[in-house]
């Protein structure tokens, strides 16, 4: 704990409360939208699928949250930083890739695989505007 600055820790205390918070309200609505029968999420999505949505979801909001408020990387030299931005560029245009490959196929893409680009591509953004911001 000694490496952080009182902002850092401060700022990921709120990350961490504004988390679950997030965490609650998306699993209590998910609850209710299943209970009122708008929507059967077990049926449609599936237990499983749904539970990796909320769980990349989460990772996003914690990532996102993290990366554009200045407490994701605030011990990180520029050139770990430089190679985490390219390595996730990457992975977000090789998925998007993939997936546009997958629809020209005629294939259709799962919600867990546009949670999955959406992620990627969320953090890639906010590493970018980040670095932007630094320079």
Known sequence: MDEFDE???LLRGKIAVQTVIVTVVML???AFITDFGIYDIEKEIGFSDFMIIASCFIITFISVNSILRGA???LLSR???KMIRYIFTAL???EIGLS???IIRGESLS???IMSIIMMASISVCLWMKR????
């Open 132 to 135: 932007k911001e630094v320079a």
């Open 92 to 94: 977000a245009m090789v």
């Open 72 to 74: 994701y990387f605030g």
């Open 28 to 30: 209590l609505a998910a």
């Open 111 to 113: 919600p867990v695989s």
């Open 7 to 9: 902002r850092q820790v």
């Open 100 to 102: 546009i490959f997958d």
């Open 79 to 81: 050139d770990r930083e």
